[in-house]
């Protein structure tokens, strides 16, 4: 299947969901004070940003070093969206994200988890912007500028 940039854009927007992101990051930011949230959500798109870009950048290189095809990243990040699925719908949302992971404590902030990884750049996003890159990498300048307008995005929701 091949995408231009604007069909690539929307894919990524879908897969970064930043409005569905937006509920975790407003209970998590809740212990931040209302100065920092701003630099807070940039410093977590930035982060994203980076690791969705070595991915699209080496991510066809680590799977020829796993000797894994992509097919198989295909199937493995079905079973993960299915198994994530499974436990939304029969476990209350409490149990997804751990509290005690030190964002929720007064005076701490998030840093990476959970909004950067795996929110932003979760399994999906990822295996996402590995397979743009590898199935048309004469358009890498142009996933690059799509992954960044959508994270540009899923900065300002946040």
Known sequence: MSHDVYSAF?????????FGTLPVFVSVMKSVPPARR???????????FGVLLAFMLGGSAFLRLM???????EVAGGVILLLISIR??????????DESAGATHPGKEPFVFPIAIP????????????????????LL?????????AVGVCALVL
């Open 10 to 18: 929307i894919l990524l927007l879908l897969v970064l969901d930043p």
């Open 38 to 48: 701003i630099v807070v959500a940039m410093r977590e798109a930035l982060v994203a």
């Open 67 to 73: 000797r894994l095809s992509e097919r198989s990243l």
């Open 88 to 97: 939304i719908l029969f476990s209350s949302g409490q149990q997804l994200f």
């Open 119 to 138: 929110l932003l750049a979760g399994p999906s996003a990822m295996a996402t912007v590995l397979l743009l890159s590898s199935r048309q990498p004469e």
């Open 141 to 149: 300048m142009q996933w690059v500028g799509a992954l960044m307008a």
